[in-house]
């Protein structure tokens, strides 16, 4: 299993505009509903929902929302950063600068849990963080990912 396998160029923003939890959340969802033809709405219904069981910014300028959404038919990642930073309750209490969203179908906890892992694992890489945070495209995130994806 490896990340690639699920970010798409069409679920990447690297610049974001939010600059609250709720912003930011709508605007990620964007793409990822545009993507897989799920309702907005319902997108940040599921992520909000998760969000007030506890923050899903894991601290060092990182939040990883997730959640489970009835009607989706495989698993499907969004990534998004913002050069300014987003107050988003991070257990650290800084900002936000690089989001990775993931989504998955209510029936898949096991692969839902080994991704998570898998992500917070990777984004302990302060080399990769900085990289992200100088990437303009879509297509140099995903590479940025790869590289690092390939090594853990």
Excluded: Q
């Excluded at 974001?16 to 930011?24: C, L």
């Excluded at 849990?113 to 694992?121: E, F, I, M, Q, T």
């Amino acid at each position: 299993m490896k990340i690639l396998d699920f970010l798409t160029p069409a679920t990447i923003l690297t610049r974001m505009a939010a600059t609250d939890k709720a912003g930011a959340i709508e605007e990620l969802s964007i793409s990822v509903a545009d993507f897989t033809g799920i309702d907005n709405k319902e997108i940040i219904r599921v992520l909000l929902e998760r969000e007030r069981l506890g923050s899903t910014g894991i601290g060092g300028g990182i939040a990883i929302p997730h959640g489970k959404l009835a009607g989706l038919d495989r698993l499907v990642m969004g990534f998004g950063r913002s050069e300014n930073g987003v107050e988003f309750d991070s257990l650290d209490g800084k900002s936000i600068f690089i989001f990775l969203v993931l989504l998955s179908p209510d029936n898949s906890t096991g692969l839902h849990l080994r991704l998570l892992a898998r992500l917070s694992k990777l984004l302990k890489d302060t080399t990769l963080k900085d990289s992200l945070m100088r990437a303009d495209l879509p297509e140099d995130v995903l590479r940025l990912i790869g590289e690092v994806d390939e090594e853990i």
